[in-house]
């Protein structure tokens, strides 16, 4: 157990709706990074908060976005979502925001768009 | 641009010592080398991450040659629970330190 949580586990949605992925970072970790998993693409770096602040910005989409609050939990908005946007999405988080801080990922949620 | 360089897949027999290589040849002096493993559909979980010397914790060791261009993970006594795709990743601080997982190598362990 990493002491990272997300929330849902399992999510099957249809396509063009919205739906909201949360993280609970472990105690103390300042730090939230989203990836995405997905058969042909492998593990992608979406976005980094540090408290509450937006970090760095990987390949993510115009119709997703993220959040950190203040109690450092985040959520990941995907929207308008089509049938590729059906993948693992991970949750990680660290003390720090440097390159010396290693990462802990959570169990991710299970996105199914049909 | 393709950070690290890893065989697609492995064997490695129970009991024995696992070796695994990675190429990372343009690194930069400050930029870690890590390691992560993932089992299935898990969550990458972490293993041990280096950026001069060579590193030992309870899990694994990791060599990080001289001119740091390569280096080794090792799991000295493999069992089957060690089968899973590991991540050989250089992290790249000049943009934002976050992860560039590669297609990493998938290690068997073979009873």
């Known amino acids: 157990d990493s002491g990272v949580t997300q929330t849902p586990k399992h999510l099957i949605t249809a396509t063009g709706q919205r739906v909201t992925l949360r993280c609970s970072p472990r105690s103390g970790d300042l730090s939230v990074y989203w990836y995405q998993q997905s058969l042909d693409q492998g593990l992608q770096f979406l976005i980094q908060y540090y408290n509450g602040e937006e970090r760095a910005k990987g390949n993510i989409l115009e119709r997703f976005s993220a959040q950190q609050f203040p109690d450092l939990h985040s959520e990941l908005n995907l929207s308008s979502l089509e049938l590729g946007d059906s993948a693992l999405y991970f949750c990680a988080s660290s003390a720090g925001g440097g390159s010396s801080s290693e990462q802990y990922f959570g169990p991710g949620t299970r996105l199914t768009v049909t | 641009d393709a950070k690290t360089t890893q065989p697609t897949s492995m064997d490695c027999a129970e009991g024995r010592a696992a070796n695994l290589p990675c190429n990372h040849s343009t690194i930069s002096g400050n930029e870690y080398v890590y390691w992560y493993r993932q089992i299935h559909s898990q969550g990458p979980q972490y293993i041990i991450h280096?950026?001069?010397n060579n590193e030992t914790n309870e899990m694994a060791s990791l060599i990080i040659t001289e001119d740091r261009k390569s280096s080794t993970l090792i799991l000295p006594h493999a069992t089957l629970r060690d089968t899973a795709v590991y991540y050989c990743?250089?992290?790249?601080?000049?943009?934002?330190?976050?992860?560039?997982f590669g297609t990493g190598t998938s290690l068997t362990v073979i009873p």
């Open positions: 990743i250089v992290r790249v601080e000049s943009t934002g330190n976050q992860f560039y």
């Open positions: 280096g950026l001069k």
